[in-house]
Nanobody, 115 residues
Framework: QVQLVESGGGLVQPGGSLRLSCAVS????????MGWYRQAPGNQRELVAR???????NYADSVMGRFTVSRDNAKNTVYLQMNSLKPEDTAVYHC?????????WGQGTQVTVSS
């Protein structure tokens, strides 16, 4: 059984930074690709960043150069460093496997970028 807890969201001004964390329980974490997803009200869910078990990363064009995804397998944690935030980054951010497992979707953490 795998469980996820996201944290680190909040309210920031445009140009600000946040670091999101995803704590994972279970022994499968080290074997799978993990992703960060976001969803704004009325919008489809978007994969913004992913990281493989070996540390290879991919980013959506909309966040490339501003966001950095990393993982610490010893701590069973995935991170998303978010810099130069824009209002269009406002969304609920979730972590999950890539491809995602339906049973792992949780509450996520709210990121709001506003002046």
């Amino acid at each position: 059984q795998v469980q996820l807890v996201e944290s680190g969201g909040g309210l920031v001004q445009p140009g600000g930074s946040l670091r999101l964390s995803c704590a994972v329980s279970g022994s499968t974490f080290r074997l799978v690709t993990m992703g960060w997803y976001r969803q704004a009200p009325g919008n489809q869910r978007e994969l913004v960043a992913r990281i493989t078990s070996g540390g290879s990363t991919n980013y959506a064009d909309s966040v490339m150069g501003r966001f950095t995804v990393s993982r610490d397998n010893a701590k069973n944690t995935v991170y998303l460093q978010m810099n130069s935030l824009k209002p269009e980054d406002t969304a609920v951010y979730h972590c999950n496997a890539d491809p995602p497992l339906r049973i792992l979707w949780g509450q996520g953490t709210q990121v709001t970028v506003s002046s």
